[in-house]
């Protein structure tokens, strides 16, 4: 599935804005990490993401309208519905996982979503990988090792979770790559947000403990800067193309580094920079290459497959 890509006259870039938007965009997302390593693990980790999505719907009242009067084909609706699966398990994971690892090492395996996507395109949407993004998914991989080190350090639950959440995104936002081409935007990302929070809600119902009014304010805020990231990481998008702003998504790392040292005492981890720096160094060179060759990039930013 090779689709030209729509080139945007130069005057309608900017460079600059869509750098700053993405630090934004970075720095809400390092904050949603940081209020989830402060929930811990009192609350489980699917009912804690049952209660972001869940409280995140408020969001969505403006969509309410168009989604009644929504008339799609069954095979678009067995597509949402797939997706909400696989954005579940991904979400619940990951909640799991953050509560367990250090910050650092959160973010910077979320940055292998990006290459299953790429992997993902190839075996599912028939997208063809030259030699150079066999390379660079290779080298992605290998950052994935120098992260893990197995072998050397203990890979605990935390770190496996990442793993398939990681894998999880990455079909999700496929997916999404699909049902796109049908429905518009606003329109996806709602119905993500209504089949993640059904799909969470018997997971959450199973564990459930009776959150206090500390913990309810925490995940509101979780949704709030969710929410907001997504929002400036469109911002961004509109106002640069994607070989600009994805290494910028480093910074994330930088943040979620400086985050875990200053506040949570998790000391720094050079391994997991540099596998964090191998990682998003291959995703960058592959979002390069796909705006050289002037196609509709299939591999996304690091922060499109987000909570």
């Given at each position: 599935?090779?689709?030209?890509?729509?080139?945007?006259?130069?005057?309608?870039?900017?460079?600059?804005?869509?750098?700053?938007?993405?630090?934004?965009?970075?720095?809400?997302?390092?904050?949603?990490?940081?209020?989830?390593?402060?929930?811990?693990?009192?609350?489980?980790?699917?009912?804690?993401?049952?209660?972001?999505?869940?409280?995140?719907?408020?969001?969505?009242?403006?969509?309410?309208?168009?989604?009644?009067?929504?008339?799609?084909?069954?095979?678009?609706?067995?597509?949402?519905?797939?997706?909400?699966?696989?954005?579940?398990?991904?979400?619940?994971?990951?909640?799991?996982?953050?509560?367990?690892?250090?910050?650092?090492?959160?973010?910077?395996?979320?940055?292998?979503?990006?290459?299953?996507?790429?992997?993902?395109?190839?075996?599912?949407?028939?997208?063809?990988?030259?030699?150079?993004?066999?390379?660079?998914?290779?080298?992605?991989?290998?950052?994935?090792?120098?992260?893990?080190r197995p072998g050397f350090r203990e890979v605990g639950p935390g770190h496996l979770a990442m793993l398939?959440?990681?894998?999880?995104?990455?079909?999700?936002?496929?997916?999404?790559?699909?049902?796109?081409?049908?429905?518009?935007?606003?329109?996806?990302?709602?119905?993500?947000?209504?089949?993640v929070t059904l799909g969470l809600a018997p997971l959450a119902a199973a564990v459930w403990v009776t959150?206090?009014?500390?913990?309810?304010?925490?995940?509101?805020?979780?949704?709030?800067?969710?929410?907001?990231?997504?929002?400036?990481?469109?911002?961004?998008?509109?106002?640069?193309?994607?070989?600009?702003?994805?290494?910028?998504?480093?910074?994330?790392?930088?943040?979620?580094?400086?985050?875990?040292?200053?506040?949570?005492g998790e000391g720094v981890d050079l391994f997991v920079i540099l596998g964090g720096t191998v990682i998003?160094?291959?995703?960058?060179?592959?979002?390069?290459?796909?705006?050289?060759?002037?196609?509709?990039?299939?591999?996304?930013?690091?922060?499109?497959?987000?909570?």
């Open positions: 599935m090779r689709v030209e890509q729509d080139i945007r006259p130069e005057a309608a870039l900017h460079p600059g804005w869509g750098i700053f938007w993405m630090v934004v965009t970075g720095i809400l997302f390092v904050g949603v990490t940081a209020l989830v390593k402060i929930l811990g693990t009192r609350v489980p980790a699917s009912q804690a993401a049952f209660l972001r999505y869940a409280m995140g719907l408020v969001f969505l009242l403006p969509m309410l309208g168009p989604l009644w009067r929504l008339r799609l084909e069954g095979r678009i609706w067995a597509f949402f519905g797939a997706r909400g699966v696989l954005h579940t398990a991904g979400v619940a994971l990951w909640f799991f996982a953050m509560a367990r690892i250090p910050i650092a090492d959160v973010t910077a395996m979320n940055y292998l979503a990006p290459i299953y996507v790429t992997i993902g395109a190839a075996v599912f949407l028939g997208e063809r990988l030259a030699a150079r993004r066999v390379i660079a998914v290779a080298v992605a991989l290998l950052g994935a090792l120098i992260i893990l398939f959440t990681a894998v999880f995104f990455g079909g999700s936002y496929l997916l999404a790559k699909v049902v796109s081409a049908r429905c518009s935007a606003g329109v996806v990302v709602a119905m993500l947000s209504i089949t959150p206090t009014w500390g913990e309810l304010a925490i995940l509101f805020a979780v949704a709030c800067l969710a929410t907001g990231g997504h929002y400036t990481m469109t911002l961004a998008f509109r106002a640069a193309p994607l070989a600009v702003t994805q290494p910028v998504t480093f910074l994330q790392l930088v943040w979620a580094v400086l985050l875990g040292a200053l506040v949570f998003v160094g291959a995703v960058s060179f592959i979002s390069w290459r796909e705006s050289v060759l002037k196609r509709r990039a299939i591999t996304p930013d690091v922060s499109a497959t987000k909570v």
